[in-house]
């Protein structure tokens, strides 16, 4: 089952948080080799895995009533991928794929051919007021020199330091059955509430910190296999024997990330009205049905002349929050 672990170095400046994604990430693929565009190719699996697993970790790490939407638009084969993750670290993933994807493509060789591609990091409020626009921070795919990055980690770290100006180590890693990461974070040092009232930490101590450094240094010598095959209390004592760590709770069984899909035929109807009357009635003059798949779970939507009729109707209400479907 899947697992969330938060942890903190005690009297030191430093938190941590390991999550082991099985469940709730098989079910993701699961879903997506059973629907029409079938199976993910390995390399772009992995990146999603990746992105989940650090999805989760970075929606517990803020405690923001909203969604956490981590998307990456890459300029290869890799077009959109989209990981959503509830407060309560529900969530759904899923990536469009245009093209051959090669075994062994790299990072940059799916998403950042010609260092264009962009990590979009999106936190849109609960209950949002009229006219209030979610935040939204968006990072490139290269590093300070330019040079294409080649490991997903690397991109929100530095996201982090831009943002949130945060010294972030993360070790991502996935495979067909689990999808895994480990945060270790400087603590701003006016403290855990720092981040979630938007105030920035005190800049001079960025890079700075003796004990995080430490810290960070041992966590990045995590292997990815490591991550994958070992259990949690066994990465922690094989990482931090000489540390001593304040473990809270572990977030597993029904208060675990799970998966879980938004979609409902509401939104989907919304959808299909922005579509207007004319497009929509142009394809029912060919097929019997307007068919629609949700790209996060595979569930299938279809609208006849009457449904559609029904869409179009002047008074019909609209219905909010229908963006990220597509
Ligand atoms: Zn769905």
């Given at each position: 089952?899947?697992?969330?672990?938060k942890?903190?170095?005690?009297?030191?400046p430093?938190?941590?948080?390991?999550?082991?994604?099985?469940?709730?990430?098989?079910?993701?693929?699961?879903?997506?080799?059973?629907?029409?565009?079938?199976?993910?190719?390995?390399?772009?699996?992995?990146?999603?895995?990746e992105?989940?697993?650090?999805?989760?970790?970075?929606?517990?790490?803020?405690?923001?009533?909203?969604?956490?939407?981590?998307?990456?638009?890459?300029?290869?084969?890799?077009?959109l991928a989209?990981?959503?993750?509830?407060?309560?670290?529900?969530?759904?993933?899923?990536?469009?794929?245009?093209?051959?994807?090669?075994?062994?493509?790299?990072?940059?060789?799916?998403?950042?051919l010609?260092?264009l591609?962009?990590?979009a990091?999106?936190?849109?409020?609960?209950?949002?007021?009229?006219?209030?626009?979610?935040?939204?921070?968006?990072?490139?795919?290269?590093?300070?020199?330019?040079?294409?990055?080649?490991?997903?980690?690397e991109v929100?770290?530095?996201?982090?330091l831009?943002?949130?100006?945060?010294?972030?180590?993360?070790?991502?890693?996935?495979?067909?059955?689990?999808?895994?990461?480990?945060?270790?974070?400087?603590?701003?040092?006016?403290?855990?509430?720092?981040?979630?009232?938007?105030?920035?930490?005190?800049?001079?101590?960025?890079?700075?910190?003796?004990?995080?450094?430490?810290?960070?240094?041992?966590a990045?010598?995590?292997?990815?296999?490591e991550?994958?095959?070992?259990?949690?209390?066994?990465?922690?004592?094989?990482?931090?024997?000489?540390?001593?760590?304040?473990?809270?709770?572990?977030?597993?069984?029904?208060?675990?990330?799970?998966?879980?899909c938004?979609?409902?035929?509401?939104?989907?109807?919304?959808?299909i009205?922005?579509?207007?009357?004319?497009?929509?009635?142009?394809?029912?003059?060919?097929?019997?049905?307007?068919?629609?798949?949700?790209?996060?779970c595979?569930?299938?939507?279809?609208?006849?002349?009457?449904?559609?009729?029904?869409?179009?109707?002047p008074?019909?209400?609209?219905v909010?929050?229908?963006?990220?479907?597509?």
């Amino acid at each position: 089952m899947s697992e969330l672990h938060k942890f903190l170095f005690d009297g030191l400046p430093v938190r941590g948080m390991v999550v082991r994604l099985t469940d709730a990430w098989t079910q993701i693929l699961q879903r997506r080799a059973s629907s029409g565009t079938g199976a993910y190719p390995e390399p772009v699996r992995n990146l999603l895995g990746e992105m989940s697993a650090a999805a989760v970790l970075m929606q517990s790490n803020i405690k923001f009533n909203g969604a956490l939407v981590l998307q990456i638009f890459g300029d290869g084969p890799v077009k959109l991928a989209v990981v959503e993750v509830q407060p309560d670290l529900s969530l759904r993933a899923t990536a469009t794929v245009v093209g051959e994807v090669a075994a062994d493509a790299r990072l940059s060789q799916l998403v950042n051919l010609s260092n264009l591609g962009r990590c979009a990091i999106t936190l849109d409020p609960q209950d949002r007021f009229e006219g209030q626009q979610p935040y939204q921070g968006v990072v490139p795919l290269f590093g300070d020199q330019r040079e294409p990055l080649e490991k997903f980690s690397e991109v929100l770290q530095h996201y982090m330091l831009q943002s949130e100006q945060l010294d972030t180590t993360l070790v991502l890693a996935a495979n067909g059955e689990v999808a895994a990461g480990l945060l270790i974070q400087r603590l701003p040092s006016g403290g855990i509430n720092n981040l979630s009232a938007g105030q920035s930490a005190n800049e001079d101590e960025i890079g700075r910190n003796e004990d995080y450094k430490r810290i960070a240094l041992l966590a990045s010598t995590l292997k990815p296999e490591e991550l994958l095959t070992l259990d949690v209390d066994t990465i922690l004592h094989r990482l931090f024997w000489e540390e001593k760590l304040l473990r809270f709770e572990p977030l597993s069984g029904a208060s675990a990330p799970r998966f879980a899909c938004r979609c409902n035929r509401e939104r989907v109807s919304q959808m299909i009205r922005s579509l207007g009357v004319e497009e929509v009635e142009s394809i029912l003059t060919e097929r019997e049905d307007v068919e629609v798949g949700c790209d996060f779970c595979g569930q299938q939507y279809r609208f006849d002349a009457v449904d559609a009729a029904q869409i179009f109707k002047p008074d019909a209400g609209t219905v909010p929050g229908s963006s990220l479907l597509h």
